[in-house]
């Protein structure tokens, strides 16, 4: 892909004036979705872990049209498709402010807001090679790290307050307003249209099959996608349990568990805080090997956790390495992926890890209800071994050139 980098003064990768763009957008969004989907598991925890892991798994399943997505972000304006994301998804949670429907009914609005963001995903992180510089990715994944960490350590608390000064409908109306100054941001980027080769433009379906079929036949990115899969599939078990071991094991009440799943988000964020200011790009490889076995530690100790505290320690931990997984993925994928290809495959590990989520979250509830939340993070934590096996094994990839 050719860049469209516009430079501004100021070292990094947010000298170049679309991605800052971009960026912020992210920052603004992410944060209001992480507000939203806490007074969300708030909501419907009061409906049993069932209800939870439901609301869990509608906003994980149209993500499984990822492929899709991917094919579409590598064939139009991606700017464009940004912004339609963006404002589907605004119109979506509208709904929630006029008030909480009935299961149904709020199950449909979770996937229709989850399938705008299925589309969004592909066409944001392909686009970032083309607003900076290839030696700036590191950095600049690690910037955008730091803004969907807004998400996790930020949202929950919140929601946490605002779910306390006026329900769950000032929540979902905060989301809503962060949808749209989101799309006004995006409305400043520069036209993101992948390099194609010469000739007829090919079909959509065509396109996805080509995607699939490359990840297939790609040794690296085949082993990348199942060990997402795998680790996810366990490590989603986390999103489950998490709300009972605070609420019925630790007894706290709904502020504490968003400050609890805030510690989360906050050690994303200190690990991609670390990684954006961190001048030497290193190794993806390393990276992910070493976010992936540090997200494991957190899960069992947190199986363990006495009290409120250490369960907030804990949880930090695991978000230290889920921080640092998702910076190395994103410049994994980057490096070994051909341009034309990479927002296919992009949407093709998307939909690998909302798959993992999928099956977590429709075991997670069930698992909750028979064996109880700490033994539910023991099991996430030693089934995340496997994953890590996986991506050990996709490494062997070099880097294109």
Request: include cysteine; aromatic fraction near 6%.
């Amino acid at each position: 892909m050719t860049s469209t980098a516009v430079r501004s003064a100021g070292p990094g990768p947010l000298r170049h004036r679309g991605f800052r763009r971009l960026w912020a957008s992210r920052m603004v969004s992410f944060t209001g979705d992480g507000a939203a989907r806490t007074a969300l598991v708030l909501v419907t925890a009061d409906r049993g872990s069932t209800a939870v892991a439901l609301v869990l798994l509608a906003s994980t399943l149209p993500r499984l049209l990822g492929p899709v997505a991917g094919a579409i972000a590598d064939t139009v304006d991606r700017r464009r498709l940004m912004l339609i994301a963006e404002l589907g998804q605004a119109a979506a949670m509208a709904v929630l402010i006029v008030g909480v429907p009935p299961m149904w009914a709020l199950v449909l609005v979770v996937v229709v807001a989850s399938s705008f963001a299925t589309i969004f995903g592909p066409a944001s992180s392909s686009s970032v090679p083309a607003l900076v510089d290839a030696d700036e990715l590191p950095r600049a994944n690690a910037l955008i790290g730091t803004a969907f960490n807004f998400q996790i350590a930020l949202g929950p608390v919140l929601a946490g307050l605002l779910v306390g000064l006026g329900g769950v409908r000032l929540t979902f109306a905060l989301d809503v307003a962060t949808f749209v100054l989101s799309a006004v941001l995006l409305t400043g980027l520069p036209r993101l249209v992948a390099d194609r080769a010469a000739g007829p433009a090919e079909p959509l379906w065509a396109s996805t099959v080509a995607g699939l079929r490359y990840v297939r036949h790609a040794p690296g990115p085949r082993s990348l996608v199942i060990g997402v899969l795998v680790f996810v599939a366990f490590a989603g078990l986390d999103n489950v349990a998490i709300v009972f071991l605070v609420r019925s094991d630790l007894h706290g009440s709904a502020t504490v568990f968003g400050l609890v799943q805030g510690c989360f988000g906050v050690g994303m964020l200190l690990a991609s805080v670390a990684l954006s200011v961190r001048r030497r790009s290193g190794s993806a490889s390393r990276l992910l090997v070493a976010g992936s076995a540090t997200s494991v530690v957190g899960a069992l100790v947190t199986a363990g956790a006495p009290d409120l505290t250490l369960a907030g320690g804990a949880q930090a931990l695991a978000g230290v390495g889920n921080g640092l997984e998702n910076v190395a993925m994103s410049t994994h994928v980057q490096r070994i992926v051909p341009a034309p290809m990479v927002g296919r495959v992009f949407g093709v590990v998307a939909t690998a890890a909302q798959v993992g989520s999928s099956i977590s979250y429709a075991a997670g509830g069930p698992l909750v209800a028979g064996i109880g939340a700490r033994e539910t993070f023991v099991i996430a934590g030693v089934g995340g071994i496997f994953g890590l096996a996986l991506f050990v094994a996709s490494l062997r990839t070099k880097p294109i050139t």
